[in-house]
């Protein structure tokens, strides 16, 4: 039994503990300041490219595929801003009023036409092994620093709110990105494929000019985004795998486009390896931008604290040096890698669409893929 401690000595153990207390809470916050410090000098360095990214800026990016060719027309081209407005199903001028610049009201057959492209994405994506997800619009700062994103900053694309540690999304990468956060996977359970419908908020500071006009950059758009989280064994491939799903939709909807391999200029910082696709798109005479994929390895997963743990290597069945069989070792957790890519990026594909199935009449041709999510609905015409 033990003995009963000396007042004193039972005091002075009290004041121990409550000493070693206050001291882990000082250790605490400075290694939560350390840690933040290390998070924020880690944000300026940028993911390493492939060795086979091309070196420089947009302009040095390589051509990897063309499918099809533009649509000949024998009548004056209308942009998809003009052919929304005479066929009353695109309003930015209500819009401005409402919300400002940048903003647009669908309706009508382009309302329908939004729903059609994201049901259909959705299904593509869900065929080919990924889980359909709907995502927050509203993230934790700190998550989206971790994905690679700025959210402070003259420049940033993030709208933040006040007085609150949230920001605005501008893709469900973000949020898809942070399902697995703080987590140790098996090897067994990847990659894991996962398929996210979000709405899409940025500033876009600095954008204008023509490039920018209409639906091609605006403040609010839907999205499906394909992100995957896998081991570094498979990510090269599955980069490819999202390339091929995003190329064999386009083609599907009977658009013209280009496949190209971005520089290192264009990367941005999570982007190991990116692919851009560009549409012909007849009112502007140019392509432009309608989807990407990227491999950003083990960038985000780094931050986020993404790991999985590979299989142990049975040694069960073999015997040691003295004869005894061995127990299995325990091998030590990796980071995963991850990769997103764009499955339907609303607005510019209806850019898309307006400008590159527009009729002589201002009427609009629904590709066929997308007529049973519309009702069976053919052609766009004025109410």
């Known amino acids: 039994m033990k003995g009963k401690l000396d007042p004193d000595k039972r005091k002075s153990l009290i004041q121990q503990g409550k000493d070693l207390k206050d001291s882990l809470a000082v250790l ?12 924020h000098e880690g944000q300026l360095l940028p993911n390493l490219a492939h060795p086979s990214v091309p070196i420089g800026d ?32 695109i309003d ?19 309302a329908l036409l939004e729903l059609a492209l994201v049901n259909y994405a959705m299904q593509k994506v869900v065929s080919r092994g990924f889980v359909p997800i709907m995502t927050p619009d509203l993230v934790k700062e700190s998550v989206l620093e971790k994905c690679g994103f700025q959210p402070r900053g003259t420049a940033t694309q993030v709208y933040s709110v006040q007085d609150s540690p949230l920001c605005l999304t501008g893709t469900a990468e973000i ?29 876009e500071a600095g954008a204008g000019g023509s490039a920018s006009r209409g639906l091609y ?28 799903i995003e190329k064999d939709m386009f083609t599907e909807l009977g658009l013209h486009f280009k496949i190209l391999d971005m520089p290192t200029g264009d990367l941005g910082a999570p982007a190991h390896r990116k692919y851009d696709v560009e549409a012909w798109m007849p009112g502007v005479q140019r392509y432009g931008e309608i989807s990407s994929a990227s491999n950003c390895t083990d960038y985000q997963s780094r931050r986020l604290n993404i790991r999985y743990r590979p299989k142990t ?37 209806i850019v898309a669409i307006f400008e590159n199935f527009q009729q002589a009449d201002g009427s609009v041709i629904i590709p066929e893929a997308l007529r049973p999510y519309m009702g069976n609905m053919s052609v766009i015409t004025s109410p």
């Open 28 to 39: 605490e916050a400075k290694l939560e300041a350390l840690q933040d410090s290390l998070q």
């Open 58 to 89: 947009e302009e040095a990016a390589a051509v990897v595929a063309v499918v099809g060719s533009p649509q000949e027309f024998d009548f004056k081209i209308r942009d998809h801003v003009q052919l929304g407005q005479e066929l009353d199903c």
């Open 92 to 110: 930015f001028d209500t819009a401005a009023e409402v919300s400002g610049s940048k903003f647009v009201y669908l309706r009508r057959a382009a």
């Open 175 to 203: 949020p898809l990105g942070a399902v697995y956060m703080d987590q140790i996977l098996s090897e067994d359970e990847l990659p894991i494929k996962m398929a996210g419908f979000g709405h899409c908020f940025r500033t």
């Open 217 to 244: 950059r605006v403040h609010q758009f839907s999205k499906v985004e394909m992100f995957v989280v896998c081991t570094p064994q498979q990510s090269e491939a599955l980069l490819e795998d999202l390339a091929d």
């Open 313 to 349: 290597v049975d040694i069960s069945d073999s015997a040691g040096s003295n004869g005894n069989k061995q127990k299995a070792k325990k091998v030590p957790t990796e980071f995963v890698h991850t990769l997103n890519a764009t499955a339907c990026a609303v607005p510019r594909m």
